[in-house]
């Protein structure tokens, strides 16, 4: 693989939140760029918010952790809030074991979840197949 | 915290041949961890293996992440090296995977501060020896200054 | 030596089989329902497996353990009557029995006392290692039989409730040791992404003591929820409890922690409509 590419996941924007994804094929260049990529986003569009799903991450090492913990200060430094969104359970069982804690960075249950925090709002009552958010 | 038999990690080719013990497949296999992308490789042949051996999904993630901590540690702080996998089996028929990290390095001088959580001397947090240790059944590690870094590590089935 | 052993399990297996199966019934060391044509099963097989063992010029005390078949054997048998529950002693008597029959029809083919003698040196030095592996490999199968109780018991002791719309419960009976929080933290993480869950209510009625050990794997799982992006409460606190941690100076302070389930419930409800978007988990720990 060449790691100059950037690691595939677009930087979607929605408003003054933006919103990406982190691979499971993550290696450190490709890690490396995103934050690069993702602090130049933040910088040049003004975010407010930064959603990262990260669902399709099989593991978190210490690497990633930091990547991520690092990403938060920058983004807050920026003045945009970061919300990682989606960890499976067995990725954060290994972390706590693992003795990492991810100081400072904001977790929620799956995008919708982050995106609410963010600001956004689903459409009426949520049920099972509730979408759309609107701009507030 | 011994190791049921020995470990054999004399020779540090890049590949060695497989040890035959009457054992079932998967065979032992050796993979070096030269670049970045060997960290990839070694992750995805250490999943296959735990889900050969029959690990459920968090003690594949697990040891996944155990692996590359230790991997990483060999490629940032030794150099490079290798990491084998073999097959240990208990008289009962309980299963267990079992990863060998080998470097060439500096060694660790103070082996008792690296295992203390917030040790480090290069990326990472200093969770990769300690944390591994946490994650796995059984850790071993033998090293010194100058004498390179071994770090063996098993974690057994829960049936 | 070898030639006479080996030719005595050739022409008299049946005899020594019959001998062998009979010497554990006589001794009674089987307190278990095996039964006798199970007995004569695992003869016939280890006696077969003596054979090629005895001809592949290994040293006789490692013929036992570097023999596949035989290895097998001894070890099948003895995880046998180890889940039959028979008592360790027993299984390495019952396999320590054979050296008896072995020698019964050693005895058919030579008077000579010298050869008899030196014959019964010999299959002490082949055997004992079998009565050994036996031993060894009974204690490994009781170990594994406990450990996979336990494991049952914990998967069956720690059911996740779900009390409210997105609020989860996992009620904690007896105490919070490291196998036990791995398959809490399981449970309870695999619901709260089933439920969508946004809080989950730790209950600590049914945990005897809580030491700094205990306290800890709760912090382990209350992070863990945490990352998930849901929260935790703690109740069940009782004012024992309370000031054990107090005295133990364990910090519980960044967990919210309630005296009853139904406390917690509330407060679980409070925090999912409360202070609303901004009013999150702020410090992520």
């Known amino acids: 693989m060449n790691g100059l590419r950037s690691p595939g996941v677009p930087i979607l924007r929605l408003g003054d939140v933006l919103v990406t994804g982190l691979l499971n094929e993550l290696d450190d260049r490709a890690a490396i760029a995103f934050t690069e990529e993702l602090t130049e986003r933040i910088s040049a569009e003004g975010a407010r918010g930064v959603l990262i799903d990260i669902s399709r991450l099989e593991i978190i090492d210490s690497f990633v952790a930091r990547t991520l913990m690092e990403l938060t200060t920058v983004a807050r430094l920026l003045g945009a809030r970061v919300i990682v969104a989606g960890m499976r359970p067995p990725v954060a069982i290994t972390l706590v074991e693992l003795g990492i804690e991810l100081v400072g960075v904001e977790t929620a249950l799956n995008p919708e979840q982050g995106l609410a925090a963010l600001g956004w709002r689903q459409a009426p009552q949520p049920l099972e197949g509730a979408r759309r958010g609107t701009s507030r | ?159 | 030596m070898r030639e006479r052993l080996t030719r005595a399990l050739q022409e008299r297996d049946e005899e020594i089989a019959d001998r062998w199966v009979e010497l554990q019934m006589e001794q009674a060391l089987l307190d278990t329902d095996i039964g006798e044509a199970e007995l004569r099963e695992e003869a016939d097989a280890l006696i077969e497996a003596l054979v090629p063992g005895l001809q592949s010029g290994v040293p006789v005390d490692r013929v036992v353990t570097s023999t596949p078949g035989l290895h097998e054997a001894v070890v099948g048998l003895s995880m046998r009557r180890a889940r039959a529950g028979a008592t360790p002693t027993a299984t390495s008597l019952a396999v320590l029995a054979i050296k008896e029959a072995l020698l019964k029809a050693v005895q058919r083919d030579t008077r000579d006392a010298e050869e008899l003698f030196a014959s019964a040196v010999f299959m002490n030095r082949l055997l004992d290692v079998a009565g050994a592996l036996s031993f060894e490999t009974y204690v490994e199968g009781r170990e594994e039989i406990i450990r996979r109780q336990s494991q049952q018991l914990m998967e069956q002791s720690t059911p996740v409730v779900r009390l409210w719309r997105q609020v989860l419960a996992v009620p904690l009976i007896g105490t919070l040791d490291t196998a036990r929080t791995q398959v809490v933290m399981e449970n309870l993480l695999q619901a709260i992404q089933d439920h969508e869950a946004l809080v989950a209510i730790i209950d600590i009625t049914g945990v005897p003591t809580v030491d700094t050990a205990v306290a800890q794997h709760l912090m382990q799982t209350v992070n863990a929820v945490r990352l998930m992006g849901a929260d935790c409460v703690i109740s069940g606190v009782r004012p024992s409890i309370a000031q054990t941690i107090a005295q133990l100076g364990i910090d519980l302070s960044t967990i919210l922690t309630r005296a009853t389930l139904a406390d917690a419930l509330a407060a679980a409800i409070k925090l999912m409509d409360g202070p609303g978007p901004d009013g999150d988990e702020g410090d992520g720990r």
């Not at chain 2, 996944?64 to 097959?87: C, F």
């Not at chain 2, 309980?94 to 060439?104: I, N, P, S, Y």
């Open chain 2, 1 to 159: 915290m011994a190791l049921p038999g020995e470990s054999t990690l004399a020779s540090h080719g890049p590949k060695r041949p497989a040890r035959a013990e009457g054992r079932r497949p998967p065979a032992p296999a050796a993979y070096p961890v030269r670049t970045e992308e060997d960290l990839l490789t070694v992750r995805h042949a250490v999943r296959a293996a735990t889900v050969a051996v029959g690990f459920g999904l968090v003690d594949q993630t697990r040891v996944v992440t155990a692996a590359s901590e230790l991997a990483r540690n060999a490629y940032v702080h030794g150099g490079g090296g290798t990491v084998s996998l073999d097959y240990p089996r208990e008289p009962s028929g309980r299963r267990g995977l079992r990863l060998t990290v080998t470097d060439e390095g500096p060694g660790i001088a103070d082996l008792e501060a690296a295992l203390t959580d917030g040790f480090t001397t290069g990326a990472g947090l200093g969770h990769g020896l300690g944390g591994a240790r946490r994650l796995m059944d059984e850790f071993t590690v033998r090293t010194g200054p100058g004498e390179g870094t071994v770090v063996v590590v098993t974690r057994w089935a829960v049936r």
